[in-house]
């Protein structure tokens, strides 16, 4: 069973960065896919940033410009790094690893993020 670890969230003013890191239990190199999404009380879960096939990035339009997602295949870790944050970027937000194109999700615990003055 894989295991995914996150860690990285926390509180940070408007404006502010931080960086997510998900932490693999297995080698990442050859997986479909790892990402992020996010969650907020009473919405539904949505995708942040993608990397598939291990090079093809993809992101929300309301991420575009600035988080980038990226990956240390030596470490198993793939990371999200968040600038410019708006109180709106506030939620949970959850790592998940895909190993083929049809297979389910695994998905870590969640990390929170609260972005207010």
């Known amino acids: 069973q894989v295991q995914l670890v996150e860690s990285g969230g926390g509180l940070v003013q408007p404006g502010g960065s931080l960086r997510l890191s998900c932490a693999a239990s297995?080698?990442?190199?050859?997986?479909?896919?790892m990402g992020w999404y996010r969650q907020s009380p009473g919405t539904e879960r949505e995708m942040v940033a993608s990397i598939v096939s291990g090079y093809s990035a993809v992101y929300a339009d309301s991420v575009k410009g600035r988080f980038t997602i990226s990956r240390d295949t030596a470490k198993n870790t793939v990371f999200l790094q968040m600038n410019s944050l708006k109180p709106e970027d506030t939620a949970t937000y959850y790592c998940y690893l895909l190993t083929g194109r049809n297979s389910p999700k695994t998905w870590g615990q969640g990390t929170q993020v609260t972005v207010s003055s």
């Open positions: 297995t080698n990442i190199f050859r997986m479909y896919s």
